[in-house]
């Protein structure tokens, strides 16, 4: 008899959707699976923003656990929750297609409010990144942390005296609740790896991670790649207001990334094109060491100083 292969997920109703889309695709190619629910710390508490938790980790630790108990085969995760570096023993199984890489924005009312930069509004998120390129943009905005899944995130915005809230245009669109009030902030880069989903498994299990290889995409598993080379380089972890985004357009990667101080005052990017080589893996490694030289690592001592 076949083994069935044991997907570990989250609760919340996109991470369901993830770890859905991962049997299907593995079933696709003759691997039977299931689905195994386990609570993560980050959806336990759901009031301690993300950034006071010591949030690097704080979504995938539970699922980490089981995989190394060998409760479950491989573990589904939104990539961008993903520490840049693993737990011993765990390996990363596959990067499936990128969604959107985008972040979106839902309004309450209108968005006339966003061409006024001199503006002064309420906005929600719960993300350091996105928070600091918002007021670097919007410096006179205040910005109210928001938490728990997707769902509950849409239901607070339309409960609070908001302007609008900050999401995840995958995360919205993949089980189908995006507003027909959001628009695409196209100005904003996104974290690193956003609209990717990632399969972690046991690095001596040969059978799942044979599996999973069926079901990867070289070209986002190299994009993402670069990206989360260009957030380790620089600090490590997604408590910071780091953004990078990599693409693949005409034999060349196109890679842009920022690092921003925590209060949006003080900000360093980067935008390079490369063409493909074997010299490219190195391609976010490079950025972070150029973004440092260029005003990074300036706002990187601050950053970690605060976070002492």
């Given at each position: 008899m076949q083994k069935i292969i044991r997907i570990g997920t989250r609760e919340s109703q996109l991470a369901v959707w993830q770890a859905n889309e991962v049997k299907r695709l593995l079933e696709l190619n003759g691997y039977p699976a299931e689905l195994v629910f386990i609570k993560s710390e980050g959806d336990i508490d759901l009031?301690?923003?993300?950034?006071?938790?010591?949030?690097?980790?704080?979504?995938?630790?539970?699922?980490d656990a089981?995989?190394?108990?060998?409760?479950?085969?491989?573990?589904?995760?939104?990539?961008?929750?993903?520490?840049?570096?693993?737990?011993v023993g765990l390996i990363q199984g596959a990067v499936l297609t990128r969604a959107s890489q985008k972040d979106l924005f839902v309004y309450k009312n209108n968005t006339l409010f966003l061409d006024d930069f001199e503006s002064?509004?309420?906005?929600?998120?719960?993300?350091?990144?996105?928070?600091?390129?918002?007021?670097?943009?919007?410096?006179?905005?205040?910005?109210?942390?928001?938490?728990?899944?997707?769902?509950?995130r849409l239901q607070k915005l339309k409960e609070q005296n908001w302007e609008g809230a900050i999401f995840a245009a995958a995360g919205l669109e993949r089980?189908?609740?995006?507003?027909?009030?959001?628009?695409?902030?196209?100005?904003?880069?996104?974290?690193?790896a956003q609209g990717a989903i990632m399969i972690v498994a046991r690095k001596n299990d040969d059978y799942s991670l044979e599996a999973t290889q069926t079901i990867n995409d070289p070209s986002t598993a190299s994009c993402t790649k670069i990206e989360r080379d260009f957030l380790r380089t620089l600090l490590g972890g997604c408590s910071t207001p780091i953004s990078a985004y990599a693409e693949i357009k005409n034999d060349h990667v196109h890679f842009k990334g920022n690092i921003l101080s925590l209060d949006g005052k003080e900000k360093a990017e980067i935008e390079v094109v490369e063409e493909i080589t074997s010299s490219i893996t190195d391609l976010g490694v490079k950025a972070a060491y150029k973004i440092l030289e260029n005003g990074g690592e300036a706002i990187a001592v601050k950053i970690r100083n605060t976070a002492k």
């Open positions: 009031h301690t923003p993300l950034y006071e938790m010591g949030v690097q980790g704080v979504f995938t630790r539970s699922l089981a995989l190394l108990n060998s409760r479950i085969d491989i573990a589904v995760h939104s990539m961008k929750d993903v520490p840049t570096i693993l737990p002064s509004k309420v906005i929600a998120t719960s993300s350091i990144r996105r928070k600091s390129q918002w007021l670097n943009r919007y410096p006179n905005h205040t910005i109210e942390n928001i938490r728990g899944n997707v769902n509950t089980i189908g609740v995006r507003p027909e009030n959001s628009i695409d902030l196209n100005w904003m880069l996104p974290a690193p």
